[in-house]
C-alpha cells in the first residue's frame, strides 16, 4: 500500500497563503486529490490531479484561489492556497485513487483508497 505524509498546515491570518505538500512513499499511477474535514462538519472535497498532472479539477469554493500540482520525480503532491477564509479552516488530507489511470474528475471518497493523516490549516480572521 501506498504510505502519504501530509505537511505544510499551520496558523495564517485571512487573505495569507500556504502550500501544502503530501509526499508518497514510492511511484504512484494514481490520480491524487486533497479533501478537508471540518469539526462537525463531513469530508469534502478540494482537488485532484490525473497521474501525468495533465488534468485537474477544483471544487467550486476554492476555484481560483487554490492550485494543485505534483512531481512524480519525487512522489509528491502540492496544494498552493492564496486568499485563505477563515471557511478554509479544516484538517487536510490527500489521497491516492483506488485505480490507476483514474480521471481528475473523481471527486468522491469512494474513489479514493490510501490516505495521510491529514495536516491542520487554521485560517483566522
Known amino acids: 500500500q501506498v504510505q502519504l505524509v501530509e505537511s505544510g498546515g499551520g496558523l495564517v491570518q485571512a487573505g495569507g497563503s500556504l502550500r501544502l505538500s503530501c509526499a508518497a512513499s514510492?511511484?504512484?499511477?494514481?490520480?491524487m486529490a486533497w479533501f478537508r474535514q471540518a469539526p462537525g462538519k463531513e469530508r469534502e472535497f478540494v482537488a485532484a490531479?490525473?497521474?501525468?498532472?495533465?488534468?485537474?479539477s477544483y471544487a467550486d469554493f476554492v476555484k481560483g484561489r487554490f492550485l494543485i500540482s505534483r512531481d512524480n520525480a519525487k512522489s509528491t503532491v502540492y496544494l498552493q492556497m492564496d486568499s485563505l477564509k477563515p471557511e478554509d479552516t479544516a484538517v487536510y488530507y490527500c489521497?491516492?485513487?483506488?485505480?490507476?489511470?483514474?480521471?481528475?474528475?473523481?471527486?468522491?471518497?469512494?474513489?479514493?483508497?490510501?490516505w495521510g493523516p491529514g495536516t491542520q490549516v487554521t485560517v483566522s480572521s
Open positions: 514510492g511511484r504512484t499511477l494514481s490520480a
Open positions: 489521497a491516492t485513487s483506488r485505480i490507476p489511470y483514474t480521471s481528475a474528475r473523481a471527486n468522491t471518497q469512494a474513489e479514493y483508497s490510501n
Open positions: 490531479i490525473n497521474w501525468n498532472g495533465g488534468s485537474t
